[in-house]
């Protein structure tokens, strides 16, 4: 199974301030097939199901703010706010879907200073 | 507009079976391969299964090999999961999800 670390589990950060997690896999998530990274991230809000935010490493999805961003290679990922707001709070988890068992990260639960 | 509505979750005892629905619309159902995930109360997220647009191919995670079954009936645009000798452990949300788009979830309890 690929396992998935995120770090670090806990992220408090003042509104207006760049906040960033990350993610690792044991190993890479690129397919040689057709080029893609299976990566995904997403965003739980407090009493919500979770919601995607990036696809395929870097996509953002639609209606997706542009201050999110997906970046990394292989088997290390970064997502990154640039500007951090208040609806932001909630639990952030990386996922892989290159093979099965699809497997998540800890998450990273992001809180307002 | 996407949407997978789940039902069928409810309070089961141990060693009892359930079986969780899924009514998706809003998108071309027999196109897309359809997945099972599940939340233990304040624990994070596990796939539980999936299966493909045709049903050929259908993948589960080992907590539940043997006891599950995922199934689809792309006319009704539903999709299923049969959990049979449930344990406390298989305590949790239960999310209906197509690729990048998840169900609100319907919460299963194990217990005696």
């Known amino acids: 199974d690929i396992v998935m670390t995120q770090t670090p589990l806990s992220l408090p950060v003042t509104p207006g301030e760049p906040a960033s997690i990350s993610c690792r896999s044991s190993q890479s998530l690129f397919d040689s097939d057709d080029g893609n990274t299976y990566l995904d991230w997403y965003l739980q809000k407090p009493g919500q199901s979770p919601q995607v935010l990036i696809y395929?490493?870097?996509h953002r999805a639609s209606g997706v703010p542009d201050r999110f961003s997906g970046s990394g290679s292989g088997t290390d990922f970064t997502l990154k706010i640039s500007r951090v707001e208040a609806e932001d709070v909630g639990v952030y988890y990386c996922?892989?879907?290159?093979?099965?068992?699809?497997?998540f990260g800890q998450g990273t639960r992001l809180e307002i200073k | 507009e996407v949407q997978m509505v789940e039902s069928g979750g409810r309070l089961v005892r141990p060693g009892g079976s359930l079986r969780l629905s899924c009514a998706a619309s809003?998108?071309?159902?027999?196109?897309?391969?359809m997945l099972w995930f599940r939340q233990a109360p304040g624990k994070g997220l596990e796939w539980v299964s999936s299966i493909s647009a045709t049903s050929r191919y259908i993948y589960y995670a080992d907590s539940v090999k043997g006891r599950f079954t995922i199934s689809r009936d792309n006319a009704k645009t539903s999709l299923y999961l049969q959990m049979n000798s449930l344990r406390a452990e298989d305590t949790a949300i239960y999310y209906c999800a197509r690729t990048y788009f998840w169900g609100r979830g319907t919460l299963v309890t194990v217990s005696s």
């Open positions: 809003g998108f071309n159902f027999s196109t897309y391969s």
């Open positions: 996922m892989q879907r290159l093979d099965f068992p699809i497997t």
């Open positions: 395929r490493l870097s």
